[in-house]
C-alpha cells in the first residue's frame, strides 16, 4: 500500500529580512521592535499548539519588496499579504483565515501596494 503523505493546506511566507543597524529602510525584523524578532516563533508556536502545523507550513523567507508596510506575510493560496503584523494580529489570522476560512481584510496590504500580478509571458518580447 502507498500512502501519500498530504500537502500542506496552507503555505505561510514570513519576511525574516533585518535591516543593519543605523540602516534608514524599514524592514520586517527590526532592532527598534523587539516584537518583531519574535513573530516567526510566534507563528510556528501558535500553529503547534492549535495542532494543525501538520496542514500549514511556516517558511521564513528573505525581502518581499513591501518593506514600508512591515512585518508582513503571505498566505497562500491566495496571495493574501498581511502586513503590520503583531503576535495578536498572527493569532486573529490563524483564527479567522487559516482555520475560519474567512481573509481579515483590515490587516491586508492596500491594493495600491499589491496590485494585480502580471503574468510573465505579457513581458517576454518575440
Known amino acids: 500500500m502507498n500512502y ?3 500537502q500542506p493546506a496552507f503555505y505561510i511566507f514570513k519576511c525574516q529580512q533585518s535591516a543593519p543597524p543605523g540602516m534608514p529602510k524599514p524592514s520586517c525584523v527590526s532592532q527598534n521592535n523587539p516584537e518583531s524578532q519574535q ?3 510566534h507563528l510556528a508556536q501558535s500553529l503547534m499548539q492549535k495542532g494543525i502545523i501538520s496542514t500549514v507550513q511556516p517558511i521564513q523567507t528573505g525581502c518581499m519588496n513591501r518593506c514600508q508596510q512591515g512585518p508582513v506575510m503571505l498566505v497562500e493560496p491566495g ?3 498581511y502586513v503590520g503584523l503583531t503576535k495578536e494580529k498572527i ?3 490563524i483564527e479567522e483565515h487559516i482555520i475560519g476560512g474567512k481573509v ?3 490587516y491586508v496590504i492596500s491594493p495600491e501596494m ?3 500580478p502580471i503574468e510573465p ?3 517576454v518580447q518575440p
Open 4 to 6: 501519500a503523505l498530504p
Open 39 to 41: 513573530l516567526f516563533m
Open 79 to 81: 496571495h493574501t499579504m
Open 91 to 93: 493569532d486573529r489570522i
Open 104 to 106: 481579515v481584510e483590515e
Open 114 to 116: 499589491w496590485g494585480e
Open 121 to 123: 509571458k505579457t513581458l
